[in-house]
């Protein structure tokens, strides 16, 4: 499934906290955006947001952007179901 990112980093939690326009989620990180920190964070946290290994989850672009777009291997609907929070 290919994912549509609003990064904000520095954040006081790591949370998805809403669409944006584009139909992708905002999601905030704790990290600071230096050396791939806040994107390693990102990885992190949709792997556990999902339900997947944190393997299955990888930027595809914007890697120096905050609007990235992420791949996540697995089960489309149960994706979709987790980060709209109705799990």
Same mark, same amino acid.
């Given at each position: 499934?290919?994912?549509?990112?609003?990064?904000?980093?520095?954040?006081?939690?790591?949370?998805?906290?809403?669409?944006?326009?584009? +139909?992708?989620?905002?999601? #905030? !990180?704790?990290?600071?955006?230096? *050396?791939?920190?806040?994107? @390693?964070?990102?990885?992190?946290?949709?792997?556990?947001?999902? +339900?997947?290994?944190?393997? #299955? !989850?990888?930027?595809?672009?914007? *890697?120096?952007?905050?609007? @990235?777009?992420?791949?996540?291997?697995?089960?489309?609907?149960?994706?979709?179901?987790?980060?709209?929070?109705?799990?």
């Amino acid at each position: 499934m290919i994912v549509r990112v609003h990064l904000i980093p520095n954040a006081s939690r790591n949370e998805i906290v809403g669409r944006t326009g584009d +139909g992708g989620y905002r999601v #905030k !990180v704790q990290s600071p955006p230096v *050396e791939g920190a806040a994107n @390693k964070n990102l990885l992190r946290f949709i792997a556990a947001a999902v +339900g997947v290994s944190k393997s #299955k !989850v990888r930027i595809v672009s914007g *890697e120096k952007s905050r609007v @990235k777009t992420i791949e996540i291997d697995g089960d489309e609907k149960m994706i979709a179901k987790y980060l709209e929070g109705k799990t």
